[in-house]
């Protein structure tokens, strides 16, 4: 009898490692913060087939699975992956073939700059970004001379840090035809003593645009693929690339396809004919890596270089009001185009002006609409009356690096009482139910951790303000990390299939050297990612 319950015992533990599943990677040891719907925490992860596939405890999935591949975490935490819900992934990847001008303190330092990179290069047409005049001991816009006698002959366009003014020489202002009498709709050429100054304001800078020379596709290449290493290295895998032309498009589509490129895009077309015809046509287009869905208009110009479209005058510039883009007419009726189909709109707004346009627009389309989610980038400057448009069918989506960047000039610019409707996060998020973080770069720093901590302690890493800035519009720490995940996928429709650390969602997660929910404040920004994984691929390790 012994010997027969012996026999007994041995079949059914067979029978049990027999009925064992098969998984490609258990992650265990570690500090998981699942961002579920109760956020709750755990110790480990099962992933197959690139997918999340349990979450639970090390020694219930061990005894439900077996393992191709194991991965100790090493007690550090770990996150659903990141998501930025507004950036110029493309950019950033096109900045890095181009003078970079970031973080410059002097107008002397942007021209070193510019001397320094034509000596490596010889380009015939010098093209840079991210200078910011109100980094600078004197706080006005640059001129063109410097640049006309040290370049007489080679065109020049630098564009400041936030896309939306430029400084260019005579030689690209004769390259484009652009002189004192050129007629333009929607931002500025700049004139003094009745001479160009060489600053162009928003839509002028297309002039300049249309005469630089396009990149070629392996150069297009190189930057995209420059730009998912650096997004990696933060932890980043989907980035909301805000505004993108068919071409550019189809290469990242194309570089998926390869396995070049890992990274899964959220992609705004560019507001213009060709985009719109061709993709609201055939309807918006998906694959695993690529998500074509929403079109990005542009409402404004921004604050710092005045072009934001206030209700009332610049509180600095008597008589000056900035500028929307379009006339009010053409994006009402881009706005009832794209009503009519399956696409999302997101509005770039930082005027009160230009964010009360935008929202009474999308009221009166989405009214009797559910779930299309259409979203205002930036959301900036609001007046308290409208703040009541927003809800989880209009989303704010917010940077909130933008806040710790501008706070330095942000109220000179709109004064005591208009500044209390600005860069009001917890104002935002309490009306909507919830907000989309992303940082806009390369116009502020790719790093993710920028933005958690300025969103949570609204202060810069230099310790200002004391107490913070607007602190009563902080985040949260957990409203911030569902602000870079959860709720960024849901502003991008894909809550179903990432966001989160949940049974059946892409596989997607980032393992940190910290715990944001818990370290020090400003430790924070120091973070640094040990890994990044995408479909349960290690794409990223420190």
């Known amino acids: 009898m012994r010997r027969l319950l012996l026999v007994f015992a041995i079949f059914l533990t067979f029978s049990s490692v027999a009925q064992k ?28 087939d690139g ?30 992956g990141l998501i930025d819900a507004h950036a110029h992934f493309y950019g950033l990847g096109m900045q890095q073939q181009r003078v970079d001008l970031t973080e410059t303190k002097s107008f002397a330092e942007v021209v070193t700059r510019i001397e320094e990179f034509q000596k490596r290069n010889k380009t015939e047409f010098i093209v840079g970004r991210g200078w910011d005049q109100n980094d600078w001991e004197v706080k006005e816009f640059p001129v063109k001379d410097t640049l006309d006698q040290l370049f007489p002959d080679t065109p020049i366009a630098i564009t400041r840090i936030d896309g939306h003014a430029m400084l260019v020489n005579q030689a690209a202002l004769d390259k484009a035809g652009i002189t004192t009498n050129t007629e333009f709709d929607g931002g500025d050429i700049e004139q003094k003593n009745g001479k160009l100054t060489g600053i162009l304001v928003d839509n002028p800078m297309m002039l300049i645009e249309e005469i630089t020379e396009r990149a070629d596709v392996e150069t297009q290449k190189k930057a995209l693929l420059a730009a998912q290493e650096i997004s990696f290295s933060y932890g980043l895998t989907t980035v909301d690339d805000a505004g993108l032309d068919k071409q550019v498009i189809e290469l990242i589509d194309s570089l998926n396809s390869t396995g070049e490129l890992k990274i899964r895009l959220y992609a705004m077309l560019s507001n213009s004919d060709k985009n719109l015809d061709y993709y609201l046509e055939k309807g918006p287009y998906k694959t695993d890596l690529l998500n074509v869905r929403s079109v990005k208009f542009y409402g404004d110009g921004a604050l710092g270089s005045r072009g934001a479209a206030l209700k009332e005058p610049y509180s600095d510039r008597d008589d000056h009001y900035g500028a929307l883009l379009s006339p009010v007419s053409e994006f009402k009726a881009t706005a009832e185009r794209i009503a009519k189909t399956g696409f999302q709109m997101n509005t770039h707004a930082i005027g009160d002006s230009a964010n009360y346009m935008v929202l009474k627009t999308y009221d009166s389309l989405l009214s009797d609409s559910e779930d299309r989610r259409w979203r205002v980038e930036h959301s900036q400057v609001i007046d308290a009356e409208d703040f009541k448009y927003f809800s989880k069918n209009i989303l704010p989506s917010i940077q909130p690096t933008h806040a710790t960047s501008d706070m330095y000039w942000a109220e000179e610019r709109l004064g005591e009482e208009r500044i209390k409707g600005a860069y009001a996060y917890k104002k935002l998020l309490n009306q909507a139910g919830m907000v989309a973080l992303g940082t806009d770069f390369p116009v ?29 519009e902080a985040l949260s720490r957990e409203e911030t990390l569902r ?7 849901y502003s991008n429709f894909e809550e179903n299939e990432k966001g989160s650390i949940e049974a059946g969602k892409f596989a997607d997660f980032v393992i940190l050297d910290r715990d944001l ?18 479909a349960g691929e290690q794409v990223y390790k420190n």
Request: aromatic share 14%; proline share 4%.
């Open 21 to 48: 599943q098969e998984a490609d990677l258990l992650v265990f040891n570690g500090v998981v913060y699942t961002v579920d719907s109760e956020f709750n925490t755990t110790e480990a992860f099962a992933v197959k």
């Open 483 to 489: 602000g870079m995940t959860i709720w960024a996928a």
């Open 444 to 472: 502020e720093q790719v790093n993710p951790f920028l933005t958690f901590y300025a969103a949570v302690d609204r202060q810069d890493t230099k310790n200002f303000p004391e107490g913070g800035f607007m602190r009563e």
């Open 517 to 534: 929910m818990k370290v020090e404040i400003d430790k924070v920004p120091d973070t640094k990612v040990i890994s990044t994984f995408v």
């Open 51 to 80: 997918k999340f596939l349990k979450v639970g405890t090390e020694a219930s999935l061990r005894e439900e699975f077996d393992f191709s591949e194991e991965l100790d975490a090493k007690g550090k935490s770990v996150y659903p």
